[in-house]
């Protein structure tokens, strides 16, 4: 499975299960305290453009979830 056909999946869950999987993720970039986390803090993102950061920050978890 690739990235495309990931979001593909994503995009077709149930909204409530987006915004679940979204806040797990989320709390993992948060919890990594990575330096590019602080940027999104705080902003409103939509929701395409919240995939993109979380595609981009969990890129080695979507390599992996994939296989």
Known sequence: ?????LHQQIEA??????ERLFVF???KIMN???A???QWVGRKLSFN???DVV???N?????????
């Open 1 to 5: 499975m690739n990235a495309v056909e």
């Open 25 to 27: 993720l989320t709390e």
């Open 13 to 18: 869950l149930p909204e409530h299960e987006q």
């Open 36 to 38: 590019n986390a602080a």
């Open 49 to 51: 453009e919240a995939c």
């Open 32 to 34: 990594r305290r990575s």
């Open 59 to 67: 890129r080695e978890l979507f390599r992996a979830l994939a296989k």
């Open 55 to 57: 595609f981009h920050e």
